[in-house]
Structures are given as structure tokens and as C-alpha cells.
T-cell receptor
Framework: EIVMTQSPATLSVSPGERATLSCRAS??????LAWYQQKPGQAPRLLIY???TRATGIPARFSGSGSGTEFTLTISSLQSEDFAVYYC?????????FGGGTKVEIK | QVQLVESGGGVVQPGRSLRLSCAAS????????MHWVRQAPGKGLEWVAI????????YHADSVKGRFTISRDNSEDTLHLQMNSLRAEDTAVYYC?????????????????WGKGTTATVSS
């Protein structure tokens, strides 16, 4: 079973600044990694799949990178609507697995 | 527009059963694999199960294997999750989600579209 670890647990960022979120897999997941955003009281929303491909309608300020065991989600210039919890998910092996999440909060 | 609407949640005693449903609309339901994902109060996301487009392939998380069963009715555009022998730790919001693909196979499956969720509470 692959374990996904996200860091940091909480990231305090000022609006307009850059945010860098990390996700590590306990073994290689190739590029089979997705990122999701979840706001309080809402369902998650797909941001990135294939480690670096933005989902439909996702702004260009969101970018994903990495392969193997190390992945990064970067938000280039944080907007007010970007403060949320972000989850990574591997889909290279069964069972599918999510990371524990990174909360991006206003500094 | 693509829509997924979950129902069937509620309060149930430990050891009892609950059946969740997810009504799909706005797309050809029978062309997509489907997932259940849950989120315990204040916790992160946990994948529960997946079923392929025609129902021929299913996978369940170890935490629910033998107790929960995913199924679908393509004639009714509906996904189900039969939950038996419920435990307090099954208390969660349960989301159904559409996969981008038909098949359920390693290397393919993530959650492209999500419903708003239904809450199942297991308590005596």
C-alpha cells in the first residue's frame, strides 16, 4: 500500500505571494498523481492530473510538477479564493490513496 | 450540466446497514467508471471504492472490504453503496465522483467530477 505524505500541514501565505505545496509517495507512482482543492463545506475539486496537467477551467496560476515519489503544487500568486485545503492522490496502484492535506491560510 | 446528487445518508446504530445512492445527470452515465470517497468529520479524504463503466470490475478499500459493496444501475443512471456491519469509524460525508475513464485499472483512475455528499452517522 502506497502512503502519501503532504507537507507542510499548514501554510500561511499573504495574498499575491507564491505558495509551494509538497507531496511525497512511499514508492514510485510515476506521473499518476492528482491534486484537489477543497473549501470549507464544499466537495473537493480536481485541479491537476497526470502530475502536471491542469483540469478544465483551472487557472494558469496553478501548476504541478514532479514524478516518481516527489511532487509539487505551486500557486503562483495567491488569490482570496485560493485559501483552502489541498490534497494529492496517487492512482498508480491499488488502493488509491490521498495525502493528509495541506491547509493554505491567510497570513 | 454534469450533476451528481447523493442520498441515503442518516443516523444508524452500530452493526446496522445503510444504502447510499448517487443520481447522475448531464452525461452518459454508462460511459464512466465511478467512485465513492468519504471524509470523516474534521479529517482528510479516504477513497472507498470504484466500479467500472459496465460494473464488471470493482475494487474496495481494505477498511471496508467485506462490509461495503459498490454497484450501479446503468438503466437508472444511479450508483449505490451498500454499507453493512457499520462501525462508529464509518461516520463520514460520502461523496460519489465520476472518473474520466470507463475502466477501473491501476494507472488510470482519479476523480474528475464530485457530488456534494451525503452524511452517514453511526452512533448508538
Amino acid at each position: 500500500e502506497i502512503v502519501m505524505t503532504q507537507s507542510p500541514a499548514t501554510l500561511s501565505v499573504s495574498p499575491g505571494e507564491r505558495a509551494t505545496l509538497s507531496c511525497r509517495a512511499s514508492q514510485s507512482v510515476s506521473s499518476n498523481l492528482a491534486w484537489y482543492q477543497q473549501k470549507p463545506g464544499q466537495a473537493p475539486r480536481l485541479l491537476i492530473y497526470g502530475a502536471s496537467t491542469r483540469a478544465t477551467g483551472i487557472p494558469a496560476r496553478f501548476s504541478g510538477s514532479g514524478s516518481g515519489t516527489e511532487f509539487t503544487l505551486t500557486i503562483s500568486s495567491l488569490q482570496s479564493e485560493d485559501f483552502a485545503v489541498y490534497y494529492c492522490q496517487q492512482y498508480n496502484n491499488w488502493p488509491l490513496a490521498f495525502g493528509g492535506g495541506t491547509k493554505v491560510e491567510i497570513k | 450540466q454534469v450533476q451528481l446528487v447523493e442520498s441515503g445518508g442518516g443516523v444508524v446504530q452500530p452493526g446496522r446497514s445503510l444504502r447510499l445512492s448517487c443520481a447522475a445527470s448531464g452525461f452518459t452515465f454508462s460511459n464512466y467508471a465511478m467512485h465513492w470517497v468519504r471524509q470523516a468529520p474534521g479529517k482528510g479524504l479516504e477513497w472507498v471504492a470504484i466500479i467500472s463503466d459496465d460494473g464488471s470490475n470493482k475494487y474496495h478499500a481494505d477498511s471496508v472490504k467485506g462490509r461495503f459493496t459498490i454497484s450501479r444501475d446503468n438503466s437508472e443512471d444511479t450508483l449505490h453503496l451498500q454499507m453493512n456491519s457499520l462501525r462508529a469509524e464509518d461516520t463520514a460525508v460520502y461523496y460519489c465522483a465520476r472518473d474520466p475513464f470507463k475502466r477501473a485499472a491501476a494507472g488510470w483512475n482519479y476523480m474528475e467530477v464530485w457530488g456534494k455528499g451525503t452524511t452517514a452517522t453511526v452512533s448508538s
